[in-house]
């Protein structure tokens, strides 16, 4: 089954850095374009970055424009999120996220999205 497991949470004060990983198992990770999503307290769970199949296409959100960096291996079945110059507002808990509607670029009809447990960011001095 699909399995989506992330890593790399922690506290870190403002200005400081942290490196997310998302490890990846029972589908081909290398045929499907990945995301991380975030939810804060009280707000809706909001996209921030979506990587390509083979890594070649990146797409942020505005708030996170600069600062974040998606990467994947698909060698290792593992995508990262590299967060640099974090600030309280990335407080949030950060999920890893696929869905199976693009393979390889190619519509397949099918739908549904898969999430990971998530792992707690918390910036504060």
């Known amino acids: 089954q699909v399995q989506l497991v992330e890593s790399g949470g922690g506290l870190v004060q403002p200005g400081g850095s942290l490196r997310l990983s998302c490890a990846a198992s029972?589908?081909?990770?290398?045929?499907?374009?990945m995301r991380w999503y975030r939810q804060a307290p009280g707000k809706e769970r909001e996209l921030v970055a979506t990587?390509?199949?083979?890594?070649?296409?990146?797409n942020y959100a505005d708030s996170v424009k600069g600062r974040f960096t998606i990467s994947r291996d698909n060698a290792k079945n593992t995508m990262y999120l590299q967060m640099n110059s974090l600030k309280p507002e990335d407080t949030a808990v950060y999920y890893c996220?696929?869905?199976?509607?693009?393979?390889?670029?190619?519509?397949?009809?099918?739908?549904?999205?898969?999430w990971g447990q998530g792992t707690q960011v918390t910036v504060s001095s």
């Open positions: 029972g589908f081909t990770f290398s045929n499907y374009v």
């Open positions: 990587i390509s199949h083979t890594g070649v296409r990146t």
């Open positions: 996220n696929t869905n199976f509607a693009f393979s390889r670029g190619v519509p397949t009809g099918t739908s549904g999205d898969y």
